[in-house]
């Protein structure tokens, strides 16, 4: 369902206009816009970069790989999700993988600035929404089978606030895929760059949700046959001007070839059973949890049969005492 953030009230409506309260949401460049006062704000992203990063997206080894991941992951877990929500959508390079994916099913991007959704719009079909809106506060109750966020809460001070909002999105059941940068020991001037807040530990990503209401289905590094490669030119390579954020994705074709072809062997691994404790990134599946008479619409039976509960003992709680960093 849609939700006010005006009044509260939860409605289902072909627009955004409250039947209770009559409130509706403005408009941006014919973007709808929940919170138009940061809609060019840089506090957790320099929405310049979003020109930038949209011309190296397509080509880069590391964006590609992320995308068959999130692919596999969605097809693995959640096979049958028809609705599907992806918070910090940038330039909207992941939602033009789904909608070519999944031809069917209903999308949403969302993003905090509209110069990534004026990028994402010229990138995906009319068929794909696009919304204007802050993710510490969602529009959305019970609405989605599956939700995604990559590469976004590092950058807010209040991560589970946003967590928590997309369980409330969410329908009971459905399913969150997250990846964020992995390992503090990794931080460099390139975090800064980029208004990263933190790199985050398994353990603290698997914490934060469980206490937002998730349950974890799957968790694992990935770039982590890279990860020597990354430790040293994270040492090596300083520069203190945001060239160096870009400089990491301006690499020769022939390398960028190869580290391709790395990653997806890489993937492979981890799609035949292997799991990897460290790595440049961390990638979780995960589901909200159970509530009482509300089934979900999402139905994955190799899921149900191998998840531990939230909070019980299991597989994930190695992880957790492997990886403190």
Not at 153 to 168: N, Q
């Amino acid at each position: 369902m849609k939700l006010c953030l005006h009044c509260g009230f939860s409605f289902r409506g072909a627009n955004w206009k409250c039947p209770s309260c009559g409130w509706m949401p403005e408009s941006i460049q014919g973007l709808v816009a929940f919170a138009p006062e940061l809609a060019a704000n840089s506090d957790y992203y320099d929405s310049e970069h979003h020109g930038r990063l949209a011309a190296l997206e397509a080509g880069n080894f590391w964006f590609r790989a992320r995308n068959e991941l999130i692919l596999w992951a969605l097809n693995k877990f959640f096979p049958l999700a028809q609705t599907m929500l992806e918070i910090g959508c940038g330039t909207g390079f992941v939602l033009k993988a789904l909608e070519d994916s999944r031809p069917e099913s209903r999308l949403v991007g969302t993003e905090i600035h509209v110069s990534g959704l004026e990028i994402a719009r010229r990138r995906v079909t009319a068929r794909t929404e696009l919304i204007q809106l802050d993710a510490r506060s969602l529009p959305f109750r019970d609405e989605f089978d599956v939700a995604g966020v990559f590469d976004v809460i590092e950058h807010i001070d209040d991560d589970e606030k946003v967590l928590r909002e997309i369980a409330k999105a969410l329908k009971a059941g459905g399913g969150l895929l997250v990846s964020v940068p992995h390992h503090a020991f990794l931080w460099s001037e390139i975090d800064e760059i980029s208004k990263h807040v933190r790199r985050y530990s398994t353990s603290e990503l698997i914490d934060k949700l469980q206490r937002c209401g998730f349950e974890i289905v799957f968790v694992t590094s990935f770039s982590s046959v890279l990860l020597p490669l990354m430790v040293f030119s994270r040492r090596v390579c300083r520069a203190g001007t945001e060239g160096l954020l870009f400089r990491q994705f301006l690499i020769p074709r022939w390398l960028n070839f190869l580290l391709e072809k790395i990653l997806g062997f890489e993937r492979f691994l981890i799609k035949a059973g292997v799991t990897f404790p460290f790595g440049g990134s961390l990638f979780l599946v995960a589901r909200k949890a159970d509530e009482i008479g509300k089934p979900s619409a999402v139905k994955s039976d190799e899921v149900s049969a191998s998840i531990p509960k939230a909070g019980s003992p299991g597989k994930f709680d190695a992880i957790r005492k492997l990886d403190q960093v």
